[in-house]
């Protein structure tokens, strides 16, 4: 289960990382290609999102990559296919991350069961408030996924103890309020917020939205167990392209340059 | 979560307070004009031979349409919560317009979402946003129309809800905007129902409304649903159901159950559930989705939907100009159309209401298009010279 590999991985350096990539953006080929080298260049977990077309929680770079990947022709069922080749290949624990509509009309059942067949190990979606899916919920359960469920700043400690409970893998904290990619002040004090959530749940916490450089992940040291870059790496990928892009996950994880490079 | 706690129990104090209600009304007669009246269209019966034709004029609020009865019922609320920001998404711009002179009269900031394709077509409506003082942000993601206009508008809410209330302008979204929009929409039917009783001495056979969200359709039903009386919505036909472009959640068989934009409900969506373009001669009824009430409403059996094309709309607006003096908007007159096809097969006993749910002024580019105005061409033109020289 995911909480275990988080565990053991954290048993050699203090805070992971999560990058986040869509599935079939700009083109299934490119999105492959960052995949696998996002993996070599040592990232630790990572989100494949199955783009939407409403997707309400990300700001304009995801935005605009959910669009283009469904005009390129992205399915949910290539989606799947995707996730199968990568997790075959790639020794990290992959999540998928999509909007409620994409589980609730391919079955959430048979969601869960391709989605374990395909080698995820679970699932963010940030639109669904856990007491509204109790059918999904059951679902990974079932299959031994872990339903990644999210913690907001104004999110009080009584109802972060009632969403723990409900959750596996790990919570997401989502670091400011607002969407996906506009900036996070990362000198404003989140400890109280953190604090609350260490004391909601004994998982490990993540913590995501807003993270832009190597401070950025370097603050969240000794405060959260895995940092999370989603829209960045899209952005560097959209204005310089793959290696440039790869040269900035490395410069986040630590990972010496690709021999060639 | 925090955030919608606060407003379910703004709303639910307000709902307890019967000085609440005694303001509202208060402010929706002395600001708006309510109650509007119900008109008895003479000519129209005469014309079909049917049924007798009552017309409830929502289109004589103040700025237009009904979306003033919620915008003003909201701002309250938004006085009662101490909160100094407003925004709105807006489809043909009457939301969008009732929400800035909301904002405007009540002294509150205010910014509204629009999809740039509905910018395009609704641009003197954008004109009155801004003089108003609203910021009109067109929205250039998706389909440029009203389902984006409210991501946007839920991207702003959830980056700024200390200070900020979204005004949603329709029965749609997450608890309790369906329920909130039908409570202050109600007016329009309570009014209605007892000028019918007066006027013709019974109640209507059949209540005609157009649906877009929903907002207009509700308030007015919502009177009628425990008598005898037929309730028909009557949504964007488009290009006609069988060319798929169109906006006919209920009415066609081409929608399915879905969970977007905080709600589930009949979405225009493909298998995978993204959801698909829509079309529509107006903006208003342009969208994807529909009331989760009135889905409740049609699988109860208790509200029948069906679709009026874009030709027959403009065929039943230049009718109603011509015949009663009545300037429908696009969107109300998807109801006159509904209503025409069928009142002719009704006795001359019975009675129907259409709701005139906004005037038509607004739409005049679109209108002029459609009947390819040759002199109104030569106005632009001309005017358009005028800007150059």
Same mark, same amino acid.
């Given at each position: 289960m995911l909480e275990e590999q988080i565990r053991r991985k954290l048993r050699q350096k203090p805070l992971l990382l999560m990058t986040h990539i869509v599935i079939g953006y700009p083109s299934f080929r490119e999105s492959w290609a960052l995949a696998r080298g996002m993996v070599e260049a040592g990232v630790d977990l990572m989100e494949l999102q199955i783009p939407?077309? %409403? !997707?309400?929680? $990300?700001? !304009?770079v995801i935005l605009a990559a959910n669009q283009k990947a469904l005009e390129a022709g992205a399915t949910v069922s290539k989606c799947f296919d995707f996730a199968r080749e990568l997790a075959a290949q790639v020794p990290i624990p992959l999540l998928f991350m999509s909007y409620y509509n994409i589980p609730f009309k391919y079955g959430v059942r048979q969601f869960a069961v391709d989605a374990k067949r395909a080698g995820v190990c679970g699932a963010i979606v940030? $639109?669904?408030? !856990? %007491? %509204?899916?109790p059918e999904y919920l059951a679902a990974m359960r079932a299959q031994d996924l872990d339903p990644v469920l999210l913690f907001a700043p104004n999110t009080p400690e009584e109802r972060m103890r009632t969403i723990a409970a409900q959750g596996s893998g790990l919570l997401y904290c989502v670091a400011r309020k607002g969407v996906t990619g506009q900036k996070t002040d990362f000198s404003q004090d989140l400890s109280g917020y953190l604090g609350r959530a260490r004391r909601a749940s004994s998982l490990p916490l993540a913590l995501g939205f807003g993270l832009k450089e190597r401070s950025d992940v370097e603050f969240v040291r000794g405060k959260a167990d895995v940092a999370v870059v989603g829209s960045e790496s899209l952005r560097v990928l959209n204005e310089s392209g793959l290696r440039a892009t790869l040269d900035f996950i490395r410069s986040l994880t630590g990972a010496a340059p690709a021999s060639g490079l | 979560m925090q955030t919608f706690e606060e407003l379910i129990s703004a709303f639910e104090d307000a709902k307890r307070d019967p000085t609440f209600w005694a303001e509202y009304l208060r402010l929706v007669s002395s600001y708006s004009g309510r109650p509007t009246p119900l008109t008895f269209a003479n000519s129209l019966t005469k014309h079909f031979g049917g049924a007798q034709i009552y017309v409830k004029r929502e289109d004589l609020n103040h700025t237009g349409s009904h979306k003033a009865n919620n915008v003003l019922g909201q701002g309250l609320l938004v006085q009662r919560m101490g909160k100094r920001r407003v925004i709105a998404e807006t489809g043909a711009g009457q939301h969008g317009v009732a929400t800035a002179t909301m904002a405007a009269k009540f002294g509150f900031e205010c910014t509204i979402y629009m999809g740039e394709v509905d910018v395009q077509r609704q641009r003197s409506n954008v004109f009155w946003m801004q003089r108003l003082g609203a910021t009109v942000v067109p929205v250039r993601d998706g389909s440029r129309t009203l389902k984006d206009a409210i991501n946007e508008a839920f991207r702003d809410w959830v980056t700024n809800m200390d200070t900020t209330h979204y005004v949603? &302008? =329709? @029965?749609? &979204?997450?608890? #309790?905007f369906p329920e909130m929009v039908r409570y202050f929409q109600a007016i329009v039917g309570q009014e209605a129902r007892v000028q019918i009783l007066d006027q013709a001495g019974q109640l209507p056979r059949r209540v005609y409304a157009c649906v877009g969200g929903g907002s207009n359709a509700l308030g007015i039903f919502n009177a009628f649903l425990d008598d005898p009386t037929e309730l028909v919505g009557a949504e964007a036909g488009g290009a006609g159901l069988e060319t798929g472009r169109h906006a006919a959640r209920l009415a066609s068989s081409d929608a399915s159950v879905g969970i977007a934009q905080g709600y589930k409900t009949y979405f225009l969506q493909n298998q995978d559930g993204q959801m698909r373009e829509t079309h529509s001669v107006a903006a208003g009824l342009d969208y994807v989705g529909v009331s989760p009430i009135l889905a409740q409403l049609k699988e109860s059996g208790r509200v029948r939907f069906e679709a009026a094309t874009d030709r027959e709309v403009v065929d039943a607006l230049a009718l109603t100009a011509r015949k009663e003096g009545l300037i429908p908007a696009l969107e109300s007159a998807h109801a006159f159309a509904q209503a025409f096809k069928e009142? &002719?097969?009704? #006795? @001359? =006993?019975d009675a129907v209401i259409i709701n005139?749910?906004?005037? &038509?002024?607004?739409?005049i580019f679109t209108v002029a298009d459609a009947f390819n105005d040759a002199e109104w061409k030569e106005f632009i033109r001309s005017k358009a010279r005028g800007y150059d020289a």
């Amino acid at each position: 289960m995911l909480e275990e590999q988080i565990r053991r991985k954290l048993r050699q350096k203090p805070l992971l990382l999560m990058t986040h990539i869509v599935i079939g953006y700009p083109s299934f080929r490119e999105s492959w290609a960052l995949a696998r080298g996002m993996v070599e260049a040592g990232v630790d977990l990572m989100e494949l999102q199955i783009p939407f077309s %409403e !997707p309400m929680a $990300d700001g !304009p770079v995801i935005l605009a990559a959910n669009q283009k990947a469904l005009e390129a022709g992205a399915t949910v069922s290539k989606c799947f296919d995707f996730a199968r080749e990568l997790a075959a290949q790639v020794p990290i624990p992959l999540l998928f991350m999509s909007y409620y509509n994409i589980p609730f009309k391919y079955g959430v059942r048979q969601f869960a069961v391709d989605a374990k067949r395909a080698g995820v190990c679970g699932a963010i979606v940030p $639109d669904l408030p !856990p %007491e %509204e899916a109790p059918e999904y919920l059951a679902a990974m359960r079932a299959q031994d996924l872990d339903p990644v469920l999210l913690f907001a700043p104004n999110t009080p400690e009584e109802r972060m103890r009632t969403i723990a409970a409900q959750g596996s893998g790990l919570l997401y904290c989502v670091a400011r309020k607002g969407v996906t990619g506009q900036k996070t002040d990362f000198s404003q004090d989140l400890s109280g917020y953190l604090g609350r959530a260490r004391r909601a749940s004994s998982l490990p916490l993540a913590l995501g939205f807003g993270l832009k450089e190597r401070s950025d992940v370097e603050f969240v040291r000794g405060k959260a167990d895995v940092a999370v870059v989603g829209s960045e790496s899209l952005r560097v990928l959209n204005e310089s392209g793959l290696r440039a892009t790869l040269d900035f996950i490395r410069s986040l994880t630590g990972a010496a340059p690709a021999s060639g490079l | 979560m925090q955030t919608f706690e606060e407003l379910i129990s703004a709303f639910e104090d307000a709902k307890r307070d019967p000085t609440f209600w005694a303001e509202y009304l208060r402010l929706v007669s002395s600001y708006s004009g309510r109650p509007t009246p119900l008109t008895f269209a003479n000519s129209l019966t005469k014309h079909f031979g049917g049924a007798q034709i009552y017309v409830k004029r929502e289109d004589l609020n103040h700025t237009g349409s009904h979306k003033a009865n919620n915008v003003l019922g909201q701002g309250l609320l938004v006085q009662r919560m101490g909160k100094r920001r407003v925004i709105a998404e807006t489809g043909a711009g009457q939301h969008g317009v009732a929400t800035a002179t909301m904002a405007a009269k009540f002294g509150f900031e205010c910014t509204i979402y629009m999809g740039e394709v509905d910018v395009q077509r609704q641009r003197s409506n954008v004109f009155w946003m801004q003089r108003l003082g609203a910021t009109v942000v067109p929205v250039r993601d998706g389909s440029r129309t009203l389902k984006d206009a409210i991501n946007e508008a839920f991207r702003d809410w959830v980056t700024n809800m200390d200070t900020t209330h979204y005004v949603l &302008g =329709t @029965a749609c &979204g997450p608890h #309790p905007f369906p329920e909130m929009v039908r409570y202050f929409q109600a007016i329009v039917g309570q009014e209605a129902r007892v000028q019918i009783l007066d006027q013709a001495g019974q109640l209507p056979r059949r209540v005609y409304a157009c649906v877009g969200g929903g907002s207009n359709a509700l308030g007015i039903f919502n009177a009628f649903l425990d008598d005898p009386t037929e309730l028909v919505g009557a949504e964007a036909g488009g290009a006609g159901l069988e060319t798929g472009r169109h906006a006919a959640r209920l009415a066609s068989s081409d929608a399915s159950v879905g969970i977007a934009q905080g709600y589930k409900t009949y979405f225009l969506q493909n298998q995978d559930g993204q959801m698909r373009e829509t079309h529509s001669v107006a903006a208003g009824l342009d969208y994807v989705g529909v009331s989760p009430i009135l889905a409740q409403l049609k699988e109860s059996g208790r509200v029948r939907f069906e679709a009026a094309t874009d030709r027959e709309v403009v065929d039943a607006l230049a009718l109603t100009a011509r015949k009663e003096g009545l300037i429908p908007a696009l969107e109300s007159a998807h109801a006159f159309a509904q209503a025409f096809k069928e009142v &002719g097969g009704l #006795p @001359a =006993t019975d009675a129907v209401i259409i709701n005139q749910s906004g005037r &038509g002024d607004k739409d005049i580019f679109t209108v002029a298009d459609a009947f390819n105005d040759a002199e109104w061409k030569e106005f632009i033109r001309s005017k358009a010279r005028g800007y150059d020289a």
